[in-house]
């Protein structure tokens, strides 16, 4: 326990590290505080006069938090963060310094831009970027730097980062709700913001092991590993008794991510050995993007200190679940309504019907983006399978909201309750109870009450994009509602048959099953036309298209050659990671596992050849020794042919054709070679396999 947290209950010690409201509050002149407060609301650029009062302010609190550095801390394209350290020391008179920290270098940094990704946007040789507060993300103190959340574009204006697009999604999701609400007469509202509470999977093992593992190291992941003898089929970690060592790693997780102000709340086991999961109470969208970012970071630092190391790849394993990332998201009014809560009143039944209906229609016209949201190579070996949603688009909303659509569309009653009917009209509609159906772990993109919980994102993803395509094709489907609505002569009229048309057009979307079963495959394919985009080549290419292209451009939030340049990103970025995990085989096989079967099958050699020197049968030396040199010989060439296919894959056109390539033939070949060598694992003695097993690794903390 700290100094901070020792002795103190969790709500004297929460966000001590934080340049919070309270703390603003409390250090700056009324006048600036409300300005800033302005800024926050209204997005009105900071006067340089109050800029640097606040600067000041900032830095005076950090100092005293025992900071010495400032950075601007962003979000690039490589999927985790970034910064840039300064000093707030200056030269002052002979071999002296004094502090300080203006509002120019608070509101405005200008980091290196020239080796972040850009696809394009930026050579090499134009080096200049530039780094923008975001001043409703707060401001917080780490490792004795003052952390300052930032924006990152180019010299000429173009997105160099995920949080940019994320905070222009928001406004514009804002702007069309807004429309929306008038109609139904809420003047008081003035802002609608979207939260979001990330639930973050995670592996924990223990580090000796892992410093031993290569491919964990290099890749994050095991590209070899025979199935151990038990794994999770009796179904006994899920919510089980946490370890201790485990439970200690805990705790002082959440009381690091506390004092940062993250809204750390449930913590438990989840279904494969050794894994877990935290989540957080929502908070507003591009807070949560930067506390899962600080999340996951921090989960990584506190498992060292415990001898431990968390792995957040999001399939670390074969054989077991891997780890998503549940990303729960909801709609929110500055005058306290949650627009996805079903509401105790027949208008609010109404506007919530409005919502629900734009959402499954957004959902059902851009399926393929929101697919892409959760594209990555990790992600690949997750989806589909009896752990994550499969990689086919639906929206599960339970039974009852079902009936109730139903019963709209078709312009009949609706029972529920105690055998109570009701007309679906525009006046009369149920009072539903808040968790109005059961879950559905199958289904990506599900209902839950009053949120909607998005299944699909892989446990190492950051949160940004995903966030940012809800809100914008939400943004989309309430701008069509309102320029449809807003001239009405009859709202009441017009609003119901808008509804209804959208529920015939787009029910197709709407699954309540088993997402694994067979039959869902065939249906959702064959009969209701959804997109099965299975693999990240499949999906990239859907950014591109005239229609994803007219979608973002429409609402600025991102430009053609912005979208060009992020699908170049994530293409060059599947491509690099199947690279280096090949190149992680090859090297593995050839300096580790390939010279540890051979001084295997020499004593088993030597062993037989000692019992044939004094008479007594060594079948069974033989047969092992065959074996495993049939086996070394199958390793050897499936090894030198997927040297061979790494080599073609240079020779490849950068973009879709190169990541079309590593799919189909290198990870297909990586496959044949993993077989073949967990195969072989089976036959070493424990004691001479290079490699800790799976046995070890996953039962070990």
Not at 134 to 141: G, H, I, K, L, Q
Not at 367 to 376: D, G, K
Not at 521 to 536: D, G, K, Q, Y
Request: a negative charge.
């Amino acid at each position: 326990m700290s100094e901070i947290t020792n002795g103190k209950n969790v709500a004297e010690f929460f966000g001590c590290n934080v340049f919070s409201d309270r703390v603003m509050r409390e250090r700056l002149p009324k006048t600036v505080y409300k300005s800033v407060q302005r800024t926050k609301q209204l997005g009105i650029a900071l006067d340089k006069d109050i800029a640097d009062v606040v600067a000041n302010a900032m830095k005076d609190w950090a100092v005293e938090r025992g900071a010495t550095h400032y950075t601007h801390w962003f979000q690039p394209m490589t999927g985790v963060t970034a910064e840039k350290h300064d000093a707030f020391i200056n030269p002052h008179g002979k071999g002296e310094v004094i502090l300080e920290f203006s509002g120019k270098e608070l509101v405005k940094g200008e980091p290196d831009a020239s080796s972040f990704p850009s696809g394009g946007l930026r050579s090499t040789f134009e080096a200049r970027g530039y780094t923008a507060w975001d001043p409703t993300s707060c401001a917080f103190v780490k490792d004795n730097s003052l952390y300052i959340p930032t924006a990152f574009c180019s010299y000429t204006g173009e997105i160099l980062d995920k949080k940019t697009p994320l905070l222009r999604s928001m406004d514009v999701l804002s702007e069309q709700a807004l429309r929306i609400l008038r109609l139904f007469g809420n003047t008081t509202c003035t802002r609608v913001t979207t939260t979001v509470g990330p639930e973050q999977e995670y592996f924990l093992v223990d580090k000796k092991y892992f410093d031993q593992r290569e491919d964990l190291v290099i890749t994050g992941r095991t590209l070899f590993g025979a199935k151990p003898p038990k794994g999770q089929e009796l179904e006994d970690h899920y919510y089980g008794n946490i370890k201790q060592r485990v439970s200690d790693y805990m705790k002082d997780l959440d009381e690091e991510l506390w004092k940062l102000g993250i809204y750390a709340k449930t913590k438990h086991n989840e279904v494969a050995p050794s894994q877990h999961e935290l989540a957080p109470v929502f908070t507003t969208s591009n807070i949560a993007a930067d506390h899962n970012q600080l999340t996951m970071e921090i989960m990584k630092k506190i498992a060292i200190k415990h001898g431990l190391y968390c792995l957040l790849h999001e399939k670390p394993f074969a054989g077991v679940n891997g780890s998503g990332k549940h990303n729960n998201w909801s709609m929110s009014t500055n005058d306290g309504q949650n627009l996805l809560d079903p509401g105790d009143t027949p208008q609010n039944n109404l506007q919530f019907l409005t919502f629900l209906c734009a959402i499954i229609k957004g959902v059902h016209e851009y399926a393929p983006l929101l697919r892409l949201s959760a594209a990555s190579a990790g992600n690949d070996h997750r989806l589909g399978a009896n752990e994550a949603p499969p990689a086919i688009v639906s929206v599960f909303i339970g039974s009852e909201l079902e009936g109730v659509i139903e019963a709209l569309e078709n312009g009949t009653k609706y029972s529920y309750g105690d055998n109570k009917t009701f007309e679906i009209g525009v006046d009369v509609l149920p009072d539903f109870p808040k968790d109005t159906t059961d879950r559905n772990r199958t289904s990506p993109f599900a209902f839950t009450g009053n949120k909607f919980e998005f299944r699909m994102l892989g446990s190492a993803d950051s949160i940004s994009c995903t966030n940012t395509i809800i809100n914008t094709i939400v943004a989309e489907e309430l701008c069509q509602f309102a320029d449809e609505l807003e001239n009405s002569q009859n709202f009441k009229k017009d609003l119901k048959d808008l509804l209804v048309k959208t529920i015939k057009e787009h029910k197709q979307i709407i699954y309540n099953g088993n997402g694994y079963s067979e039959e869902w495959l065939e249906e959702a394919v064959n009969v209701r036309h959804l997109p099965n985009l299975v693999s990240t080549p499949d999906a990239l290419p859907e950014y591109i298209t005239p229609k994803s292209v007219a979608l973002f451009e429409k609402f600025r939030v991102y430009s053609e050659l912005e979208l060009k340049a992020r699908t170049e990103v994530l293409l060059e970025n599947y491509s690099k990671v199947i690279n280096i995990e090949a190149l992680t085989m090859i090297d593995l096989v050839r300096k580790k596992i390939l010279p540890a079967v051979f001084r295997y099958t020499k004593d088993i050699c030597d062993t037989g050849a000692s019992k044939e020197a004094m008479g007594i049968t060594a079948s069974v030396e033989k047969d092992l020794a065959a074996k495993l040199s049939s086996l070394t010989e199958g390793i050897y060439k499936e090894t030198a042919v997927l040297e061979e296919k790494v080599i073609a894959a240079q020779e490849q056109e950068c973009g879709l054709p190169s990541a079309r390539y590593y799919r189909d033939v290198v990870f297909a070949q990586m496959q044949t070679l993993r077989c073949i060598v967990d195969e072989t694992e089976t036959n070493v003695s424990e004691d001479i396999w290079p490699l800790p097993s799976y046995t070890t690794l996953l039962f070990s903390v």
